[in-house]
């Protein structure tokens, strides 16, 4: 019986053996799977910051130019000014009309070029609102109307695109 019992026992262990190879290989294969999944996205990721430092590479370079070629347009809008100066200082015997028709037809000249380029003139008139945004009040003065009004302007501002380039220098009326 002894004989019967280990054989029994190997032909039970035999099959157990066979089931156990199974989720082993089962293991394996989802081993192997996970490994393939993680070198897939792990060149995926590599792929993704690659593209990530070009688009940032693109960018910056893109940045460099506009700064590097920003005033390109504006100053080929005053390109015409200045051949209008040129022309005028090339005169020999200019006339005081001359000089000053020609100086006049060069403002225009310039204002139209600074408007084209989204220069805009601040000349806020008398009696207007202080804004300190876009005024610098230089002194208060005694004056028959509003306080904290724009009496006088010493010297116009500008703002480029909305924003101040130069404040207007304003005299502002006093408090009675």
């Known amino acids: 019986m002894s004989e019967n019992t280990s054989t029994q026992d190997s ?4 099959p157990e053996s066979a089931p156990a190879a199974a989720p082993e290989q089962d293991l394996a294969a989802q081993l192997a799977e996970l490994q393939a999944k993680n070198a897939e996205l792990a060149d995926l990721y590599l792929r993704a ?3 990530v430092q070009n688009a940032r590479r693109r960018a910056d370079e893109e940045i460099a130019k506009s700064r590097k070629f920003a005033v390109e347009g504006f100053a080929e809008s005053l390109l015409p000014v200045l051949d209008s100066l040129e022309a005028g200082l090339a005169i020999p015997n200019a006339t005081i009309e001359q000089i000053r028709e020609g100086s006049e037809a060069t403002l225009r000249q310039l204002k139209s070029a600074l408007e084209r380029n989204k220069v805009v003139e601040v000349n806020p008139a008398v009696g207007t609102k202080f804004d300190p945004a876009q005024h610098q009040a230089i002194s208060m ?3 028959e109307q509003e306080a904290n009004t724009v009496v006088t302007v010493l010297q ?6 909305e924003r101040v380039l130069r404040p207007a220098l304003v005299t502002v009326a006093a408090p009675k």
């Open 141 to 143: 003065v005694p004056a």
């Open 156 to 161: 116009k501002g500008y703002l480029i695109a």
């Open 49 to 51: 910051q690659a593209d």
């Open 11 to 14: 032909a039970a262990a035999a």
